[in-house]
């Protein structure tokens, strides 16, 4: 299987501080990411925006949160397949302008 998106070389790591599983019961679920505003700034990404987030084992579309009570460096996830505590994940705002590479399907 194919990444969902290559990563570009540019991309800064990020450790996972929180992982948030939720219920069926919960009103807010699905995969979110949060991160501090000065991250965001960074990479140029707006609270509410569709970003990718690549772990060690797989790559997911999430949904960005800006949260200033987490320190730089850091990222909590919710409801995000692949990647536990304490391990490095890279947030890719996705270019969605590029076209699709040859032989790729999406």
């Not at 800064?12 to 949060?34: H, L, N």
């Amino acid at each position: 299987m194919s990444p969902l998106y290559r990563r570009p070389q540019s991309a800064r790591p990020m450790r996972v501080a929180q992982f948030v599983a939720t219920r069926i019961s919960d009103a807010e679920r699905g995969p979110q990411v949060r991160i501090n505003a000065e991250e965001a700034q960074k990479r140029m990404l707006v609270d509410g925006e569709l970003v990718i987030i690549e772990g060690p084992r797989r790559q997911q579309l999430a949904t960005l949160q800006i949260d200033d009570s987490l320190p730089r460096g850091d990222v909590a996830v919710r409801d995000v397949a692949g990647v536990a505590p304490s391990e490095i994940v890279y947030i890719i705002k996705p270019d969605l302008d590029a076209p699709p590479e040859i032989g790729r399907l999406a």
